[in-house]
C-alpha cells in the first residue's frame, strides 16, 4: 500500500524556521496537503494543494513541492505552533487517501 | 457555520457492531464528499472511507473492506459508518470530514474503544 514518510520530529528555537518534510511516489501526480492537530483537539488544515493557505492561517505557514517530496515551512516559529503536523495526498489511482505518520514539532 | 457533531461511539467488545453517525449544518451537505478519519490513542491519522455526493462511489481503506460501510442520507443532512466484526485495533477516535480528499471542516471526533 502507498506511504508518505515525514519524519518523527522537528525542533526549532522561536524565531526559528521550521521545515518538516514529507516523501511518497505518487506526490508529482498528486497534492499534498498539511494538517496542524494539538493534543485533545481536531486536526487544522494549514496547507492545501501543495501550496495554498487557508483563510485565517498565518502567513508564516507555507508549502512547497519538489518531485517526490513536499515541505511544510513554519518561518519565525512561535510557542503555540508546537504541534503534531500530518502531510496527506492520494495514491497514484486517486481512490486512496493517505496520511503521512505525523511530525511531532518542538519549540525549545 | 459549518457543523460536524459524530455520535454513536462507546465501549464495544471484540466482534461486536457499532453505527457512528455525523450530522452536518452550516453547508449543502448534499454537494461535497464525506469521510471518515480515525486516530488510535497516542497515534496519527488514518482514513478509513469517503463517499461520494450521491453515494454511488464509495472507498475504503484495506483494514476495514468487508467489515464497515460508509453510507449517507442527504435528505437527513448525515453520514453514518456502520462498523461489524470489530477489533481491537478499530480502538479510535472517529472523526467526520468533509470532503473527499482534503479535508477544511472536522467534527469533534467520537471514541470507539473495542475490548471485552
Avoid: H
Amino acid at each position: 500500500s502507498y506511504e508518505l514518510t515525514q519524519p518523527p520530529s522537528v525542533s526549532v528555537s522561536p524565531g526559528q524556521t521550521a521545515r518538516i518534510t514529507c516523501s511518497g511516489d505518487a506526490l508529482p501526480k498528486q497534492y499534498a496537503y498539511w494538517y496542524q492537530q494539538k493534543p485533545g483537539q481536531a486536526p487544522v488544515l494549514v496547507i492545501y494543494k501543495d501550496s495554498e493557505r487557508p483563510s485565517g492561517i498565518p502567513e508564516r505557514f507555507s508549502g512547497s513541492s519538489s518531485g517526490t517530496t513536499v515541505t511544510l515551512t513554519i518561518s519565525g516559529v512561535q510557542a503555540e505552533d508546537e504541534a503534531d503536523y500530518y502531510c496527506q495526498s492520494a495514491d497514484s489511482s486517486g481512490t486512496s487517501v493517505v496520511f503521512g505518520g505525523g511530525t511531532k514539532l518542538t519549540v525549545l | 457555520e459549518v457543523q460536524l457533531v459524530e455520535s454513536g461511539g462507546g465501549l464495544v467488545q471484540p466482534g461486536g457492531s457499532l453505527r457512528l453517525s455525523c450530522a452536518a449544518s452550516g453547508f449543502t451537505f448534499s454537494s461535497y464528499w464525506m469521510s471518515w478519519v480515525r486516530q488510535a490513542p497516542g497515534k496519527g491519522l488514518e482514513w478509513v472511507a469517503n463517499i461520494k455526493q450521491d453515494g454511488s462511489e464509495k472507498y475504503y481503506v484495506d483494514s476495514v473492506k468487508g467489515r464497515f460501510t460508509i453510507s449517507r442520507d442527504n435528505a437527513k443532512n448525515s453520514l453514518y459508518l456502520q462498523m461489524n466484526s470489530l477489533r481491537a485495533e478499530d480502538t479510535a477516535v472517529y472523526y467526520c470530514a468533509r470532503g473527499g480528499g482534503s479535508y477544511l471542516y472536522w467534527g469533534q471526533g467520537t471514541l470507539v474503544t473495542v475490548s471485552s
